[in-house]
């Protein structure tokens, strides 16, 4: 085994989301048998740590063990990119490598990043991925301390706690990084490797020196090892440099010291025994954490470089290639340190103007953030700044939130650098500091009106952009979206680069108009900004925005019609739903913030047409999409979600608290939120229904005159009259609803509003009204096959008082009463049988009449069609379904969700 070589397996792995070429074995190789047999011995643990400081030989140990002859296990191999921040990049590349090793990722979506990092739904993911990989897996995670994200680290502990049985977890790090694994430790199941374990024995060190081909006399190299103490990287620089030298055993006597002595000793020999081209080479190309040749041909000025590269790799001098092509290298760590002290001491005036260089270089070639970093090493920090800026949104996008923040960090303190207010306030509204994030807007605002011509309308984008995710966050949307319309025009560059930020930033812009259009009921503007939004999003290859329009445009597809009833409305917006719900699994977003107004949209129209199973479902999932957003205002529409569905259910008690805890959060507020008169009349309904009439008048009392007015407030003003046994006062309040003078809405207020006179007119015992009432409220519900204020109203008893043959909508009736009598369909398997041919409107129609006992020309009557319609739309409803009779069709209806499973009549 190579001391101190770098490189792990003779496999292809994955490094960072790139195929990583592992090299075999060179020449210079001694077989550490019992070296391997305790690792051998230790993985056979839950999880394995190897840990010792660097040049110990971890990943070399790592290599030789994945290369021996007969090793079964299959690798899943991650090195940890240097100081890696951000923990979303840390687990995609996890994944990735995960899905490789079992063979899974070319039946997936490539893992993509989010600005709304779902972590726990992460370690699930791999979880899942680990139990479905056949005959285990080992997961290989090397130099894990350059992982410096406190979230990852948390979720790490909790993946390795609960690997599948056939999984395990070998980890290599410079120090000890989890200290939580005391669990393991004490069942068992964790097994640790130490330096002391890693050094070289006298033996092994004389047999490093023989396949090397290096002449030392016995003495010296006990001397060797002496001085070494059987340090890996010690004896690989002492091999490289004593290859070919005149007097070995001199050269050994000549050092001595600690580890960092020895090291700098002898990378200082290496150094001097390398020609002059080659030495400026890896002094000018230390500064760059990785390098290839057209990098270090730019930075030496000269040509030649990718030779000099390939030649260091085979001969083993501390330079390793990283991908198959051995087009990218990078340094040892001790070799990287050691040079750039030596540039610092050689060429200090040189180091400025060889980071500008490599920053230009990498901006070309798109890798931001290292051009960032150069370029504050070339202390040239009103640059930085503007490449932080106008880098802001597409970094946040790329999941590298934690690294932009390191990045603002890296500024000097104190200096004035005003754009770098615009990444801060991005910083404090990920983490729901909104008075830190506007004060920073404030600065960010001022900065635009004295910058140049050709940077104002960007970052008065950006800063528009921004002010409205604050607004919506503090519910102060209505003030801010008139001052923002001009988000919706293109953003002009200059240049590819220009155009390709601009699309980035407008994208976001209209994800943020649109949202907070929709989220103030502007429904048309709304639509139009976010299908304008996905639009562009697919165009660029950013479907983390594409997924977020489509999630909001569900939501704003709900109240496009919410003012009246239409036909399509539901099937539309679930239709929508579960097009940006696919699209978001597909690249594992399914439990993401983003998804969350989707998911709880498909769970509200699943309420109001009867599934309360179905809905239920999808609120669990919004839950879980909703486990890492701080902001109150898509809570509170969970919460109010969640109230109607157990007062639909007659869960009143269950209700009350989630209305309760929707109005905490409205509470937390600035503004007026566009639902708060829908929220208001449902918590004091509930508290009417709870045998509270008292309170509830007092939180009536206390609302201002526009709430009160509200048609939604009327509604509850009724049901509290109802409570208290006078229902003439309860007509008396639904009057204005009544006659269409009061604001509502939508026409689902109105529904209500009519059962809630039934119920008053049945009070009276005046049932001729409360028939009329009733069938008033289904003729309004009949296109959307609304069910939802049937059950909050608890209109049982008033439907079925309602005489079957003189109601125009039997079918919906009996849909209604199946659900409120408990026969909701819930939550099923899906068919075995094959899909139907897709019905059209008219033959749904018909459809829903098929379970009752209304003869074929009785339905056209109901229908106002003639008998040879009917006939022919059963006949193509029979061939669609693929049955024969209508028995079978109804069945196979109920089968395929198009009809309620419950009672034939």
């Not at 083993?316 to 760590?333: G, Q």
């Amino acid at each position: 085994m190579l001391a101190g070589c770098d490189r792990i397996g003779g496999v292809r792995h994955r490094y960072q989301g790139r195929p990583l070429r592992v090299a075999h074995a060179t020449p210079r190789l001694i077989h550490r048998g019992d070296l391997i047999a305790a690792l051998d011995r230790a993985a056979t643990r839950k999880v394995t740590i190897i840990s010792a400081p660097a040049g110990s030989g971890k990943t070399s140990l790592l290599r030789a063990w994945a290369d021996r002859p007969g090793q079964q296990r299959r690798l899943a191999v991650l090195q940890v990119q240097r100081d890696q921040q951000d923990a979303q990049q840390f687990w995609l590349a996890l994944l990735d490598a995960v899905r490789q090793a079992s063979a899974t990722i070319g039946r997936a979506e490539p893992s993509a990043a989010t600005p709304d990092f779902n972590a726990p739904a992460m370690v699930d993911r791999v979880l899942a991925e680990l139990a479905d990989a056949r005959g285990g897996v080992t997961l290989v995670i090397d130099d894990l301390h350059e992982l410096t994200s406190p979230q990852a680290f948390t979720q790490l502990t909790r993946l390795l706690m609960n690997l599948p049985a056939d999984v395990h977890a070998i980890l290599t790090a410079r120090h000890d990084v989890l200290p939580r694994l005391h669990q393991l430790r004490l069942a068992g199941e964790l097994a640790e490797i130490r330096a002391a374990d890693l050094r070289f024995s006298e033996r092994e060190a004389r047999e490093l020196l023989d396949a090397s081909g290096i002449a030392l006399s016995a003495a010296g190299a006990a001397l060797l090892y002496q001085r070494t103490e059987g340090w890996a990287a010690g004896l690989r620089l002492a091999v490289v440099s004593l290859a070919g030298h005149p007097d070995p055993d001199r050269f050994v006597t000549e050092f001595s010291g600690s580890d960092r002595t020895v090291a700098e000793y002898l990378l200082a020999e290496m150094l001097e025994r390398q020609p002059p081209d080659v030495q400026d080479l890896l002094l000018r190309t230390s500064l760059l954490d990785r390098v290839n040749g057209e990098l270090a041909d730019l930075l030496t000025g000269r040509p030649g470089s990718e030779r000099i590269l390939l030649s260091l790799e085979d001969a083993n001098a501390f330079v390793e290639s990283l991908d198959p092509e051995r087009a990218w290298f990078r340094y040892h760590r001790l070799l990287a340190d050691f040079l750039r002290l030596e540039l610092r001491r050689t060429l200090p005036e040189e180091v400025p103007a060889l980071h500008r260089r490599a920053a230009a270089w990498f901006i070309v070639h798109g890798q931001v953030v290292t051009a960032i970093r150069h370029t504050q090493e070339a202390r040239d920090w009103a640059d930085a700044a503007r490449l932080l800026a106008d880098r802001s949104f597409s970094l946040t996008l790329d999941g590298q939130a934690q690294t932009m923040q390191a990045l603002v960090q890296a500024f000097p303190p104190g200096a004035d650098h005003p754009e770098l207010a615009l990444v801060r306030a991005m910083g404090d509204l990920a983490q729901g500091r909104l008075d830190d994030a506007g004060a920073h807007l404030a600065v960010a605002e001022a900065h635009v009106r004295t910058t140049t011509p050709d940077r104002r309308r960007r970052l008065g984008v950006a800063i528009a952009s921004l002010q409205l995710a604050l607004a919506r966050r503090r519910g102060h949307l209505a003030g801010v979206v008139e001052h923002v319309r001009f988000l919706d025009s293109p953003v002009s560059g200059q240049s590819d680069a220009d155009i390709a930020l601009g699309s980035d930033l407008r994208a976001v812009a209209l994800m943020n108009l649109g949202t907070a259009e929709a989220w103030t009921l502007g429904v048309p503007d709304a639509v139009r900004h976010l299908q304008e939004g996905a639009v562009l999003a697919r165009e660029i290859g950013r479907p983390y925005l594409e997924v977020g329009c489509l999630a909001q445009l569900a939501f704003a597809y709900i109240y496009h019609s919410a003012d009246k009833p239409n036909s399509d409305a539901f099937a539309t917006t679930q239709r929508r739903c579960r097009e940006a719900i696919a699209l978001a699994e597909q690249h594992g977003w399914g439990a993401e913030p983003a998804i969350a107004p989707a998911l709880m949209t498909l769970a509200g129209t699943m309420m109001f047409v009867g599934e309360f199973d179905e809905a239920e479902h999808w609120l669990r999932r919004t839950e879980r999409a909703l486990q890492t957003d701080t902001g109150p205002d898509i809570r509170l529409l969970l919460h109010q979600t969640a109230g109607m569905l157990n007062a639909s259910r007659g869960r009143h008690h269950e209700a009350l608290e989630e209305f309760g805890a929707a109005q905490d959060l409205a509470s937390q507020l600035e503004g007026s939120q566009a639902l708060a008169s829908q929220l208001t009349g449902w918590l004091l309904a509930t508290q009417a229904r709870l045998g509270l009439p008292g309170e509830a008048r007092a939180r009536l009392a206390a609302l201002d005159d526009e709430m009160a007015g509200s048609g939604e407030t009327r509604n509850a003003r009724a049901v509290i009259c109802l409570a208290e046994g006078d229902p003439a006062a309860a007509l008396d309040a639904l009057r204005d609803v009544l006659n269409g003078t009061a604001p509502v809405l939508g026409y689902v207020t109105v529904v209500e509003a009519q059962l809630l006179a039934g119920l008053a007119h049945r009070e009276l015992g005046d049932q001729r009204a409360a028939n009329q009432a009733a069938e008033r409220a289904l003729a309004l519900a009949e296109s959307d096959r609304l069910v939802l204020p049937f059950a909050m109203t608890g209109a049982a008893e008033l439907l079925r008082a309602l005489p079957r043959h003189q109601t125009a909508h039997a079918a919906l009736l009996a849909d209604i009463l199946d659900v409120l009598d408990g026969s909701s369909p819930g939550a099923e398997e899906p068919s075995s049988l094959p899909p139907a041919e897709e019905l059209t409107p008219a033959e749904l129609r018909v459809l829903r009449y098929l379970p009752t006992n209304l003869s074929r020309p009785e339905i056209a009557g109901e229908l106002s069609v003639s008998v040879n319609t009917v006939n022919a739309q059963v006949r193509s409803i029979y061939a669609k379904l693929q049955v024969g009779d209508r028995s079978a069709a109804v069945q196979r209806a109920r089968e395929l969700r198009l009809l309620f499973a419950g009672r034939t009549h």
